[in-house]
Each structure stands twice: as structure tokens, then as C-alpha cells.
């Protein structure tokens, strides 16, 4: 059995030594010299890393995977790498971001925080540009250095800020993952589709309900509880018991076949918080209320945008 992870940082962690490329002595070496706390004093259970969603339903099946979960990069970057790596999968477990990242030939994570950060040149932020000029991210932008990489993140939020049509980016995720399912039809691939975040559409746009295979009814951001990355036991934002529930409910579809299009509801995982008012939206707007204008990601966006199938 062979079996793909596409997707964003939530598929991202794939066991121990990943995600591959990253470079944590650099990581760490950054973290001193600046005075941050990335996991430096924390305690790590010994095996935290043997319990990444991924790995566990690859095991469970003793499966050749394929790997193409890459932080902070827009779905596009992420599926290009699939293209390049594909190996005929059974099964593809599909976990597509949020539309805003800007696909760019660099390959960059240009998403909001990475703008941001960079800029406005936080302490946080000085880590980010000399990891991005000398870490995972050096292979693929073949080598820019730190004062290419700041011009490129000034130009790319001007264009975020001045010219980008916000709802023809929607559009134009909707489109790819169109072109995408209508390829794994074709292919006749079983797949599974997991947002990552809330469904961005507006409101005269129709769901994305793929054919390839179901799409579940929640997205991870919410189950996760929009935790930060940078926790050091949240690979794939996830804890521990969450990585292994989401293996669970992954090996259940494959070992029953369940992959009919539709909308395949997962509270039987995850079941949802019932202590919480509005559960469906309410870590998407505690996100946006944090910020003193409503953005998502850097970019402006309004809450009817976030619409739920």
C-alpha cells in the first residue's frame, strides 16, 4: 500500500528527524541569540515525535509514504511537490490551507505571520529572516540571502496591502482544488480531504465538495484550537491523544472503504465542545478579535467569508 500526505503544516511532521530539511541546532542556535524560548526550556517526552498522525496510519499498514507537507506555503507549492514526488498512491490525504499565501516562484512561506514578523523586524521576526535565509527554507529559494528575502517580503506585502483582489484569490483556490480533485478522478484515486482551516468562500460560491473521495465536516484549526506551531509538543499542532484520534479516524475510512463523496461528519473523533457558544466559528473569531482590524493571514478579509458546508 502506498499512501500521500499533501497538505500544510498539519501534515507536515511525518516522525523523528522531521519535518526533513529543518535544521533545529540552527533553529536553536537563533533562539539563544536572540533570547527567545522555542522549546529550549520545556521538558520533551522522549517519544513525542513517534506519534505523528502520519506516521502512525503508515505504520498501521506498513505503507510506503509520501511526504509533501509543507509549513506556510500556499496548496499550490504543496501539490507542485506532489507532482514531483507522486509514487501512483492508493490513498492521498489532502489537507489544503487557507487561500491567502502567496504562491511565489521562490517558494517562500509567504503567509501573514512570515510577512509580519519580518517587517516589522520583532525579535521573533529577526529569527524567522535568518532561518528563512539559511534553513529549510534555503533549498528551496536556492540560497537568497537575508536582504533579498526582506525585499521580497516588503514587495509581497504592498502587493497583499495595495493590489491583490482578495476575492479572486478565493476564486482562485476554489479553482485548484477543483483541477485537483478532477485529477485524482481521473486517476482514479481514493482520496481524503481535510481542511485546514475554515471553508473561505464567498457567499455566492458553492462548497467544495470533492469527488475523489469525502471531506470532513470540521476543520483541523478548530479541533487544534488554533494552538501556535511553535509549541514544542504541537506537532502538527496537535498533542499527543489528538495525533493519535486523527490516525484512528484515518485508518477507519481506509480499512472500511469509506471514501464516497460527501461530507463525512467527525465528531466521533472529535467530538465537538458543547461548553463553547457557536463552536463552528468561535476560534476563527477569537483569532480575528485579537487584532485591532480583522484580518486573516496579513490580508483583510469579513467573516461572511468563512463559510462552513
Wanted: hydrophobic share 35%; aromatic share 12%; proline share 6%.
Amino acid at each position: 500500500m502506498k499512501i500521500a500526505f499533501v497538505g500544510d503544516s498539519f501534515c507536515s511532521w511525518h516522525g523523528p528527524g522531521t519535518p526533513v530539511g529543518e535544521d533545529f541546532e540552527l533553529g536553536m542556535e537563533l533562539s539563544k541569540k536572540y533570547g527567545l524560548d522555542i522549546g529550549q526550556d520545556n521538558i520533551i517526552p522522549d517519544d513525542h515525535d513517534q506519534h505523528d498522525w502520519p506516521a502512525l496510519v503508515t505504520k498501521h499498514f506498513d505503507a510506503i509514504p509520501t511526504h509533501c507537507g509543507i509549513m506556510g506555503v500556499n496548496f499550490y507549492h504543496s501539490f507542485e511537490f506532489f507532482q514531483q514526488k507522486t509514487k501512483d498512491e492508493d490513498y492521498i490525504i489532502f489537507c489544503p490551507t487557507e487561500p491567502y499565501r502567496l504562491i511565489n516562484k521562490h517558494k517562500l512561506p509567504i503567509n501573514g505571520t512570515w510577512l509580519n514578523e519580518i517587517i516589522t523586524q520583532t525579535t521573533l521576526g529577526k529569527w524567522v529572516l535568518d532561518y528563512s535565509a539559511d534553513g529549510a527554507d534555503k533549498v528551496r529559494h536556492k540560497g537568497l540571502n537575508k536582504e533579498q528575502i526582506m525585499e521580497i517580503a516588503v514587495g509581497a506585502k504592498y502587493y497583499g496591502d495595495n493590489i491583490m483582489d482578495a476575492d479572486a484569490t478565493l476564486v482562485t483556490h476554489h479553482a485548484l482544488l477543483m483541477y485537483v480533485d478532477n485529477m485524482m478522478v481521473e486517476k482514479g484515486k481514493k482520496c481524503l480531504w481535510l481542511n485546514s482551516f475554515p471553508e473561505f468562500r464567498l457567499n455566492w460560491m458553492k462548497p467544495f465538495i470533492p469527488r475523489s473521495g469525502p471531506i470532513g465536516d470540521r476543520d483541523l484549526f478548530s479541533i487544534t484550537k488554533g494552538r501556535d506551531h511553535i509549541h514544542p509538543l504541537a506537532r502538527n499542532h496537535m498533542f499527543k491523544d489528538e495525533q493519535i484520534t486523527m490516525s484512528k479516524m484515518i485508518i477507519d475510512m481506509i480499512e472500511n472503504d469509506r471514501f464516497q463523496p460527501g461530507i463525512f461528519s467527525m465528531d466521533m473523533w472529535f467530538p465537538k465542545d458543547e461548553n463553547l457558544e457557536n463552536e463552528r466559528f468561535y476560534y476563527l473569531k477569537k483569532t480575528l478579535d485579537a487584532k485591532d482590524n480583522k484580518e486573516i493571514d496579513g490580508f483583510p478579509v469579513e467573516l461572511d467569508r468563512f463559510i462552513y458546508p
